[in-house]
């Protein structure tokens, strides 16, 4: 089948060599273009722009799409079959929506119509979800609304961070458009009933706020893991928590309470197993303790 890939980041590069794998015909791929990045600022291609390089695949980055008429007609003179879309990041204007004789079909990372937006990985395990999954969705004009042909659960356990969804759900996103594209299901609409929205992050999410319960900054620390992760105020510093663990204890929010780092919060506490300081080593918290005075008594948050 003729197909053009659309994705960037890192979630999108196994259904990219699945497709490949296949025996698909990848006319182009479309990501983001190189941006400057880390010491000195060189650009950098993101990763499904690094793949594709790998595999020998012709490499498309437009800055937009939106008003771009000459880039609707480049698409459509590809004559696809289909456009598979994985966290592309960039909204496809409805000339190029159009153009493939199958349409263009998205990797959703959420069971929809739960959780569409940005952060569907993270917005899942902040609401404490039992499970989420992946969508297979024929792109509508919508925000990820149109009418979905396959989906798949991955359960969510007591212990799982964004990191961990991520990874089992590209693989399973991987493997489900490869079926969609087999197998032509029919498409089903979305309900409207239990429609959710994850808006994209910010740094400012991951701000710990101690007079919450201890259930949900648990799920926040695992929610934001790897990006933008969490953090809280200490000695005017900032000390970034890595991960921790709900604990049995109670006290005064953002006290640490014993010699273990356990930390009260508005209802329980938690455990700091895993810290940062700004600028500084990853550490696990008996680590961390060696090198830095945090008594029972000390307070968080400022």
Known sequence: MRLAFMGSPDFAV???HALTAAGHDIAAVYCQPPRPAGRGHPLRRCPVHVAADELGLTVRTPERLKHDVEAHAAFAAL???AAVVAAYGL????????????GCLNIHASLLPRWRGAAPIQAAILAGDAETGITIMRMDAGLDTGPMLLAGSVPIGPRSTAAMLHDALAALGARLVLRALDEDPPARPQPEEGATYAPKLTREDGQIDWSRDADFIDRQVRAL???????TGWAGKTLKVLACEPAYAAGEPGTVLD???VVACGRGAVRLLGVQMAGGTAMAAAEFLRGHRLPPGSVLGK
């Open 259 to 261: 010699a273990q780092l």
């Open 79 to 81: 004559a696809l079959d």
């Open 14 to 16: 196994p259904a990219l």
């Open 91 to 102: 909204i496809l204007p409805p000339a190029m929506l159009r153009a493939p004789r199958r």
């Open 225 to 231: 893991n790897p990006w933008p992760g969490t953090h």
